[in-house]
């Protein structure tokens, strides 16, 4: 059994800055695929960006620029680096990892954080 434990999020004013982390823990052989994922209110879950065991990232078009996604394999744990935040990042963010136990594969989810973007 793998688990998610994510930071806390909070509130910050538009411009500001926010970094959140994510550390796995459990049963690991592997994790290939490290990501953050957001829910804003009435809106489906997004993908915001995702990193890869060996450094390849993703990003959504709308944090291209802004944000950072980066992992720290020996401690099993992702960031996300948020600068230049605006209200319409205010969303409740979730981690996720995708991997091998030593017995099958995986795919688990941290159980969100808010952030909130506002003045």
């Known amino acids: 059994q793998v688990q998610l434990v994510e930071s806390r999020g909070g509130l910050v004013q538009p411009g500001g800055s926010l970094r959140l982390s994510c550390a796995a823990s459990g049963s690991i052989f592997s994790i290939n695929v490290m990501g953050w994922y957001r829910q804003a209110p009435g809106k489906e879950r997004e993908l915001v960006a995702a990193?890869?065991?060996?450094?390849?990232?993703n990003y959504a078009d709308s944090v291209k620029g802004r944000f950072t996604i980066s992992r720290d394999n020996a401690r099993n744990t992702v960031y996300l680096q948020m600068n230049g935040l605006r209200p319409e990042d205010t969303a409740v963010y979730y981690c996720?990892?995708?991997?091998?136990?030593?017995?099958?594969?995986?795919?688990?989810w941290g159980q969100g954080t808010q952030v909130t973007v506002s003045s």
């Open positions: 990193i890869t065991s060996g450094g390849a990232t």
């Open positions: 996720n990892a995708e991997g091998r136990t030593f017995v099958s594969g995986y795919d688990v």
